[in-house]
């Protein structure tokens, strides 16, 4: 059997063609969703700008909601929020 060098196996866990993370649809994996309190937020849209995959947009309300294709549950939404309108919660799965 002949093994393949080094430099010829291809990278794992790497995007390496820029713009094609919109094509991984990771939501399947996530543990905790965000939950939006739509009584807290004052619509700042922070959550979305500090949201590492992009995947949180402003809904025709002025609402911003995370699309739970692309989200990881990572978080850092929740906790940028200043008026603590969103909330990390287990999915039900």
């Known amino acids: ?3 393949p060098a080094w430099k010829s196996l291809a990278i794992g ?3 390496t063609t820029p713009g094609n993370a919109s094509e991984l649809k990771t939501g399947d994996w996530r543990t905790e969703l965000p939950i939006l309190d739509e009584e807290k937020c004052v619509k ?3 959550c979305a700008i500090y949201c590492p995959e992009f995947c949180i947009h402003q809904d025709e309300d002025g609402f911003f909601r ?3 294709y692309y989200c990881k549950g990572c978080g850092i939404c929740a906790n940028e929020c200043p ?3 969103l909330t990390m919660e287990l999915e039900e799965k």
């Open 83 to 85: 008026k603590k309108a």
């Open 1 to 3: 059997m002949i093994y």
């Open 66 to 68: 995370a699309d739970l």
């Open 44 to 46: 700042c849209g922070l």
């Open 13 to 15: 866990a790497a995007i």
